[in-house]
């Protein structure tokens, strides 16, 4: 018999059902029976299957009594189901939207619950406790209001990544402003820019950054402090003269002016649906947008990121991420403001440092959870098991290749969580540094989509329920990969979803108010409105999910091309090359060929990449990957490159269909990249693979002989007038 869907296997058991009752006049046991059997012959077994192996995942959960003797205390570890952690956190945005608080109200809580001298924020030799940034956000609320900077309306902060940071937004939120966070790293027409975007009423600045604003024509001379600039049009391009009608002032002069005390209550009652954050997208496809990031929607994020995580109120996390993208930000900075976690910034990544940080700040922050007097043995080995670390990009790989340094196993690192970690790197990572788990999970700034696999299954980047889909109604739709269109049926005019292992664009049911299903979008609506297809989230990425629910990352729908007729996965194509440049940057994209259609595979390659047989001589830029020896000759430049290019023909035959192998491979200096570690293919694939338009060695393969050989202006031109070709 052929088996039908779920669906169809309950109709006829309901039809069975009533059939054998009222017309053959069965008991109701024996009618039940046989709609069972029906059920399960017809493919409802496949159903039943399911539930059993994720029901606990879903639906159930457990509460472990844990007694920590060395501590002298009781630790209730609650193990939360998808959909418990779904409920709890719709619960709590209620009662605070009932109650009409805000984060104001939620710190306060937390202050209380974890006391004022405990320490909520460490950054290199700075120790922040509750207290301390009660205070410091309570003077920032305090001189706002002074200004008569009223409730939602607009600040920007222009900082780099530190306890004052986090206190400084936190205190705008205490009087209902919204904040920007800029990226620290952009300058003249960026900046402007996303200054402009936000159009505030104050731009707060930090000392090493004033003078950006004064290359760029924002402001005048600044000092090198931390400072409050005040006036109209902040962020557009000022003469002179404007210049000197704005005002500013230093930080260090509100904190002697203004007082600690909470600030005057808001007059306007708030809302759950008020806007706390504006945080810019990456800007890989283009200028960065600001999404408006809203209270419940920060409460969400970070909420299930420390629940599916089961992180600990002693638990210590360690953040090398920028505090002004939404791994650091929110995801992070979160987890002091809304759960009493302490938190370890780092003001920029180091994969030379990350292990000796890990150790350094686990044995100096003793104070955070107020243990007994130990011997200093006993408090870093007990500490230690208590280390958290976030990740985003390609950090690990980063870490991966470092060469190794005895701090990497002494470390008691036990959970890892973030996202962008390919699998290949998952492994060699868990099996490299000792880690026990990794809390993988997916979603963009903007989005109303996110997914977390908290069960540690490798490779994939979160789940969603098959036994109550419409508890998070999150699907994959079928998607033209060459237009990005949605595909629709026919005869209905619906969406297509797409049915186990079938690749998919990712959507999400928008429902204004839901703390899981809201869209706020971006401060611009009309890009907004572009993300939306009528009452779904277009996620923008190509997923695909297994009969368990499980998600697995395909690649962005825009870096997707097709060759030869068949779609080409960059993500899939990347995974391949890495391991055999030994973690290397490399990006994959695809560049038009004249006399072809679709887009041909094109493989950039740091320059000197070297392969994993000859690992010992490897030497990497702090924080960086893949440079190689930085002073080499031409000749063995030449050598390395060939090598590399040998080894990846092989492997590109052994594990590539012929569609999916690059035809050209780039050797650049550097491959340009955001600040989390996303790459920028849009200008690579504008310069193609025309050696007018750069120095970088090019390469194309010779399909006859499968090897990849020079490409200089005669083969280039050959191509062009397709007497080459592929």
Known sequence: MVAVTGKYSARLFWIVLVVAKFFFCYTWDLSFYLGSVVYLITGGWRFVRICLLTVRRDILYKCRLTVCQEFGQLYFTFMFSALSTLLRISIWVYFIGRRQHGLREVFASVVRRR????????????????????????????????????????????????????????????????????????????????????????????????????????????????????????????????????????????????????????????????????????????????????????????????????????????????????????????????HGIQQVIRPRFSASQFWSDCIRYDVTVSGAIHPPPHTQVQMVTLLLEKAVVQYVGEIFRYLLHQPFRKEEKEHKVRLATGNGLRKEVWVDFVKRFGVERVVEFYGATESNANLCNSENKLGAVGYSSMIIPAAYPVSLVKTDLETGEVLRDPKTGLCQVCTPGEVGQMVGYVKHGSPTRSFAGYINRKESSRKVLRNVKKQGDL??????????????????????????????????????????????????????????????????????????????????????????????????????????????????????????????KAIDTTDTFKFRKMAMVREGFDPHNTTDHIYYLNTKANVYQRLDETVYNQIMENKIRF
């Open 115 to 338: 006391g004022r001298d405990t320490i909520a924020m460490l950054c290199q030799d700075e120790k922040w406790t509750f207290g301390d940034v009660d205070d410091y956000s309570n003077q920032i609320a305090n001189f706002l209001h002074a200004q008569g900077i009223g409730q939602h309306e607009n600040i920007a902060l222009f900082m780099e990544s530190c306890p004052r940071y986090s206190a400084t937004w936190l205190g705008a939120a205490k009087v209902g402003i919204a904040t920007g966070l800029l990226n620290s790293n952009i300058r003249q027409k960026a900046l402007e820019a996303g200054i402009t975007q936000i159009k505030p009423k104050a731009l707060i600045v930090g000392g090493s950054l004033t003078k950006a604003l004064t290359e760029a024509g924002i402001a005048g001379e600044l000092p090198e402090e931390d400072v409050v600039l005040l006036g109209p049009n902040l962020g557009a391009r000022m003469s002179p003269k404007e210049q000197k009608a704005l005002t500013f002032k230093t930080i260090k002069a509100i904190l002697e002016e203004c007082p600690k005390s909470a600030p005057p209550p808001v007059k306007i009652p708030q809302k759950v649906t008020d806007t706390v954050l504006y945080i810019f997208t990456s800007g890989t496809t283009g200028l960065p947008k600001a999404a408006i990031i809203t209270l419940t929607r920060y409460i969400f994020m970070n909420s299930a990121i420390a629940y599916f995580s089961r992180l600990r109120q002693d638990d210590v996390v360690y953040t090398p991420l920028p505090l002004y993208h939404t791994a650091g930000g929110i995801l992070g900075s979160g987890l002091p403001l809304l």
């Open 543 to 668: 997923l695909i999910q297994d009969e368990e629910g499980y998600f697995y990352f395909v690649d962005r729908l825009g870096d997707t091309f097709r060759w030869r007729g068949e779609n080409v996965s960059t993500t899939e194509v990347e995974n391949i090359v890495s391991p055999v440049i030994n973690f290397a940057d490399c990006a994959v994209y695809g560049v038009e060929v004249p006399h072809n259609e679709g887009r041909a595979g094109m493989l950039s390659l740091v320059s000197n990449p070297i392969s994993r047989k000859r690992t010992n001589s490897i030497k990497v830029a702090d924080g960086g990957c893949g440079d190689g020896d930085a002073d080499v000759s031409p000749a063995e430049q030449l050598a390395r490159e060939t090598q590399t290019l040998n080894d990846l023909a092989v492997v590109f035959a052994a594990q590539l269909p012929v569609y999916a192998r690059p035809l050209f491979v780039r050797f650049s």
